[in-house]
Every structure is written in C-alpha cells, then in structure tokens.
C-alpha cells in the first residue's frame, strides 16, 4: 500500500493509507516516513547490492511457496490493491484453496500484503469456512529471528485481526544455514526453517496502534520532524535519506570520528560538531587521538615490518560469493564459495608479474581454484594479504580438500598480513576513519583507484559472479563480466604491490 498524497498541512491524523513497509520505516525513523511520503525525490537510488539482497529474498520467496502445494498467489500488484483486495476475499471463502500468498488486507488505512497465509482447520462445528483459521507466515531470507520480524509479524496480525481473518498464528519462515544440501533437488523442509513467533508477536500487536496513530499524526504536520542522522539511520537498514540529511554536516564531522554509537553521543551531548573542536581532555584511543592530529604518522617500527617479508612476495585475493540456495552438493546455505583469485608476485629485483584464475562453468570452483592458486603459490616467499579473509578461505579449502590439505596449510604459514602493518605502524589524514584498502589505496597511491572499474566493491563482484555464471545467456555481457571481474580482483593484489612500496617510501620521513 502506497500512499502518494499531495502535501497538505490540513491533511487530518487518520486519512493516510499506510504499508506495511513504511510501517516499518516509520519505526526506525518517523522523519524517513515523512519523507518516503512527501518527498520520495529526496532518497538515494537503491544500489545493485541492495537490489540483489532484495532479488535474494524474492527468491527464497518464491521456493518457500512450494511446500504448500496448491496455494494460489494474489497476482495483483502494489499498484492495484483494490483488485488485490478483491481477489484475496474470493480466496478466503473458497474452502479449497488450501494457502494464499501475497494476500491483501487493509484495516483502518493500513495495508499488508501476506507472503503466506495457511489454511489450519480448527476443531469446532459449524460451516466448513467457519471451522477455518489462518496461520500468518512471513518468509525472509535471514538465517535468524530479528527484532523487525516481530514488528512486520505485528502489524500484520493487527491488520488481519481488524479485517476479521482469524489467524492461528503468526510464524516466520528463514534460512537455515545448518542444511547441507546433498545434491539433486533441494529440501525445502531442510533449507526453510519455522519459528512459531505467536506469542512474542501477540506482545508486540499492542503497541501497534499508538504507534499508527503516532506516525499519522507525524504526517498531518506541515514539516518533517527534527530528527539527527545517527545510527538509527543504519539500524535495521540503511537509510536512503543518508546523504540528504548529513548534506550540511562539516566534512569533520563528529560521526566520522572511529569508536562507535558511545563516542559520538557522548561528544554530541556536550555540543560538539566537529573532531576538530574535541577538547583536548576528553579520552581517545590511539586511533581517535591519530584521526583527531588528521597529520600523517609514520610509526618507528614500519620499515621493519615491512622488511619482514620474504620474496618472492605473492599478493592474494580471493573473490568469493554466498548464495542463500546452496548451488553444489555438500554446502550450506550462505557458505562461502570461492570463485577467483589473484596473484601478483614481485620478485627481490622488483620485477613484477601476474596470474589469476576465475572459474567460468556453474561448477563447484574450490578444487580447481586451489590446485590452481598452489600452482602460482609454489613453495617460497611471502604471501601477502590484506585482512584475515584470505586465510579463513584457505582455512575453509584445507576442510574440504584432505588431499590438498597439506599444501594448503603450508601457504596459510607463509601468510603476511599488511592490514595490521598499517593500523599499527602508519596514518594518512585521507584514511578518516578507515582502514579498508579502498581508503588507504588513494591516498598512499592516488594513481591508482578503483574509479575507474566497472566492478568496485566485493558484494558486487559476487552478485556479477552468479549472473556470469548461472544467469546470462548473452555471451557478450557474459564477456564483459568476466573482463570486470578479473580486473576488479588483480587491482586488489597490485594495490598491495603499490602500498607496500608507497609505504616503504615513508620511511624516509621522520617519525613525530
Ligand atoms: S537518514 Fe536518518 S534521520 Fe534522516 S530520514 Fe533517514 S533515518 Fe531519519
């Protein structure tokens, strides 16, 4: 249920239509519900990982249909509630429709869309239709039960109660990621867990009209409420208002500075805007003090640990991707599969040269990839990496591999991690608050970022993965994923290359 009114000051509490989803956004924000309404314009565009979390879940809707077979879906979309409305009733007093999905309810200006509705029969006399109740069944693709489940679990039991259903229950329906597929057709009863939420959700239903009636009052004023961005704005999701409402904070401000939700209100609270104007009392980790000096630091121990390695020195990346519906036989939903690497590999001359591997089949990758990777590995030097990923994917392939297992762990002895070089050894104003090599790469080697890939953050390259791979029968998009993906991934392993030798460079200067 959309609602796309004009603005209007005079608009009286109550004549608002609402959704379920913006139910929820009110929840977390009443200024993100005003502004969904009024002024829709104002919020980023949803990015290709959102849309593929949202795919994900679309998916894992659609399979949770089959474990009731002969359930019909209310076809009529967000766009017609009328007709959806209209269909769900015929539905509802049809005996033989055992479960409806996507079913429409509105009761006083609120309307839900039903990802399940069961038919249960109840042990009473009566007609057929009376002797029916309802088990209500939201289906998502989290692995566990989360405050917001309960929340969309309420308002839709208020709705359907006030619409007179009467519901045997409210239950979610996820992943659960303990399933192992085994091969040939997927078990839903396995892969769908069912949690009975009745009576938590039965709690939470009684706090669901003042807060309706809280958000319709909110949305008869003239302007949207003053609300500060702060976490709430990340918490349950982010928020797509972000950039609009940060729009006049200073470029320090407080909320960049490292160290939490704690942090930062307890600088806010005293009136404080900006790092800058942090007093020089107040305590700050090592980090914050280095954010808050916004100088560049080289710590008295970085040409040395950057002299630990040994050459050659190979600079690994894996990419990788989670699928919530296993793909291969002996997996779990959401287990990560690794699907490419990298590996630049610089010699004591300096020279540098390149190997990669990407799996292109819809083929279980991991012992093709790791055969191939210990072929580039060999026996010596140094592997560099930047995080502990690289080892928790090698540590996962020595698991599934027994007779690579040896191998394998003999490169996780070599492993030589940069990150930690980096947090404890050296600063650059330009980091802010980060270490993530997307920070530090364009400020210790501002020639090479990642502006120019199609490709430019992990969860993308994993969404590009499975369209290459599983979806897209065009060849020549096939080819330019294929061509974003590997450059994606051997710009990580060169921008170790780069760092380490930018970084060595600063040893020169001194230290403060
Ligand atoms: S960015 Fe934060 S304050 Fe602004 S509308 Fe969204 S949740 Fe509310």
Redesign the pocket.
């Known amino acids: 249920m959309e609602i796309l009114p004009e603005r209007s000051a005079s608009r009286p509490p109550g004549s608002y239509r609402l959704s379920k989803s913006k139910f929820l956004s009110g929840l ?5 519900l ?2 969904e309404i009024y002024q829709r314009e104002l919020a980023a565009e949803p990015d290709e990982q959102t849309q593929a979390i949202l795919d994900m879940g679309t998916e894992v809707g659609e399979e949770a249909r089959r474990l009731f077979p002969g359930g019909v879906l209310v076809e009529a979309d967000h766009r017609h509630p009328t007709e959806a409305l209209r269909r769900t009733a015929e539905l509802l007093g049809d005996p033989t429709v055992p479960a409806i999905f996507e079913g429409a309810f509105e009761f006083e200006n609120v309307l839900v869309r039903v990802d399940i509705l069961e038919r249960v029969s109840l042990e009473t006399t009566g007609p057929e239709t009376e002797r029916d109740a309802w088990r209500l069944i939201e289906v998502k693709s989290s692995t566990r039960v989360k405050d917001i489940h309960l929340d969309d679990l309420a308002v839709q039991s208020y709705v359907l109660a006030g619409a007179g259903v009467a519901l045997a229950g409210a239950w979610l329906m996820r992943i659960n990621n303990q399933y192992v597929y085994q091969g040939g057709d997927i078990d839903l009863e396995q892969l769908l867990a069912r949690d009975d939420l009745t009576a938590l959700v039965a709690a939470r239903q009684g706090e669901v009209p003042a807060r309706l009636a809280d958000m319709k009052a909110m949305l008869a004023q003239p302007a ?1 409420p003053a ?4 976490g ?2 990340h918490s349950p999701y982010d ?4 950039d ?3 729009k006049d904070k200073p470029a320090r401000w407080i909320y960049h500075l490292p160290g939490g939700e704690r942090t930062y209100k307890q600088l806010a609270v005293r009136g404080i805007q900006t790092i800058d104007e942090i007093p020089s009392d107040f305590k700050l980790s090592i980090f914050q003090r280095r954010v808050k000096d916004n100088q560049e630091w080289v710590g008295p121990q970085l040409r040395a640990a950057l002299g630990s390695v040994r050459y050659p020195v190979h600079h690994l990346d894996f990419e990788t991707f989670m699928p919530a519906i296993p793909k291969f036989p002996m997996t779990r939903p959401y287990q990560t599969i690794p699907t490419q690497w990298s590996n630049h590999i610089e010699d004591e001359a300096g020279a540098v040269r390149h190997e990669e591997y990407l799996c292109l089949d819809p083929k279980d990758p991991r012992e093709e990839l790791a055969v191939t990777l210990l072929e580039s590995l060999g026996r010596e030097g140094s592997i560099c990496v930047y995080s502990t990923y690289e080892r928790s994917i090698l540590k996962s392939l020595a698991e599934r591999l027994p007779s690579l297992r040896q191998e394998l762990e003999s490169a996780m002895a070599r492993l030589w991690d940069l990150l930690p070089v980096i947090q404890e050894q050296y600063y650059h104003p330009q980091f802010g608050s980060s270490f993530s090599i997307k920070s530090v790469l364009p400020a210790l080697v501002p020639a090479l970022d990642y502006g120019d890939l199609e490709i430019q953050e992990g969860s993308l390259a994993a969404q590009r993965y499975c369209r290459m791979v599983f979806e897209e029968t065009d060849w020549v998009e096939r080819e330019r994923f294929r061509e974003a993906l590997l450059k994606y991934c051997q710009r990580d392993t060169l921008a170790m290359v780069e760092l380490r030798k930018a970084l060595l460079s600063r040893t020169a200067a001194p230290s403060r």
């Open positions: 977390q924000c009443h200024k993100r005003y502004l949207p609300i500060e961005p702060d709430h704005c928020c797509l208002f972000w609009h409402c940060t």
